[in-house]
């Protein structure tokens, strides 16, 4: 086998503790090699926490490591476009958090730059690397729910007393639509393989949180006359469900985004009078999503979602935003 991937971490956030971080350990190929944190006792103690084998006190010691091969950014939204270029000019391959900036321009400048550099740049959507998203598109194209008719999908937490939580800052990129509200959309044009034609997103703004969205809802417009209705929220009971409605049957997938236990990941076909259950297999997607990674980096793959999804979708986001604040229909 070849050498493993040496991972970077650049920051402490709860989702690479969480979830990144012990997807990487779970991996053959990738290892988590060193985090830092602008607070180097942080990154110490996380290190010691997560069994990681180098701490640095600041993001550009991290980056300057020469044996470091990937670098994962898991910082807030309004920092994504700085460091993910200095670490494509520090030769370094990046994994960086959805949404993969501010808006579509930030998002084409780090694809720019990480071209110029010559390394890759993906954005961590960890849900689309489950397989039971390859079978639902080939449910999809095998016609076994007849003619697609919509979408409908939602993503929501309760979380509105976290005062300190980055996600309630707007000049840092908070807001649901940005931290939850962006999946919805990515999967519905993973699904369809179409870009949206407009959108209309009607939104509450919290004076609590800096004025940010705390909940969201939207109707997004594809060719052909189908539509993702979609809902999101930070101030609302947890869920995640998306359904695909068709001419002849339904495909249901109570918990589309994340997948804790093998039972959450199961999906559900209506057809012909019967709901059955689709068996898939249970993995982690975020260790698939470093795998799929290390295929790229290693053996030349292309990227499975190529960076221009990410600047597409960040099309998509910006959309929806300058619709809930102008409460009108805004075409793309």
Request: glycine fraction near 6%; charge should be negative; proline fraction near 5%.
């Amino acid at each position: 086998m070849s050498k493993k991937l040496k991972w970077g971490i650049l920051g402490c956030a709860g989702i690479a503790k969480r979830a990144v971080i012990p997807g990487l350990h779970l991996s053959e190929l990738n290892e988590a090699a060193a985090i830092a944190s602008r607070d180097g006792e942080k990154a110490k103690q996380t290190a010691e926490e997560l069994n990681i084998p180098t701490a640095y006190d600041s993001y550009e010691a991290l980056l300057a490591d020469s044996s470091i091969d990937v670098i994962y950014i898991p910082l807030p939204n309004h920092l994504h476009k700085e460091w993910a270029i200095r670490a494509a000019e520090a030769g370094k391959h990046i994994l960086c958090e959805k949404p993969l900036a501010l808006n579509a321009h930030e998002a084409a400048e780090m694809s720019e730059a990480a071209d110029k550099a010559g390394v890759l740049l993906s954005e961590a959507f960890m849900y689309r690397y489950h397989p039971r998203y390859k079978t639902i598109k080939d449910l999809i194209a095998s016609g076994a729910i007849g003619e697609v008719r919509g979408i409908r999908s939602a993503f929501t937490f309760n979380n509105p007393n976290d005062s300190k939580n980055v996600r309630f800052r707007k000049e840092w990129g908070g807001g649901s639509i940005y931290d939850v509200g962006c999946y919805p959309l990515n999967a519905a044009r993973l699904l369809l393989g179409k870009e949206p034609q407009a959108v209309t997103v009607n939104a509450f703004f919290s004076p609590e949180h800096d004025d940010v969205d705390m909940m969201a809802s939207g109707l997004v417009e594809f060719e052909g006359d189908v539509s993702l209705t979609f809902d999101c929220g930070m101030w609302a009971a947890f869920r995640n469900p998306l359904e695909v409605l068709g001419t002849d049957g339904i495909i249901e997938v109570p918990s589309a985004f994340v997948t804790p236990t093998p039972e959450s990941s199961q999906i559900y076909l209506t057809a012909n009078g019967e709901r059955r259950q689709i068996e898939v297999p249970y993995v982690n997607s975020y260790t698939a999503q470093a795998d799929s990674l290390y295929q790229s980096i290693t053996n030349g793959t292309p990227l499975t979602f190529p960076t221009s999804d990410a600047i597409s979708n960040m099309k998509v986001i910006d959309a929806c935003l300058l619709s809930a604040r102008e409460r009108t229909r805004v075409t793309l």
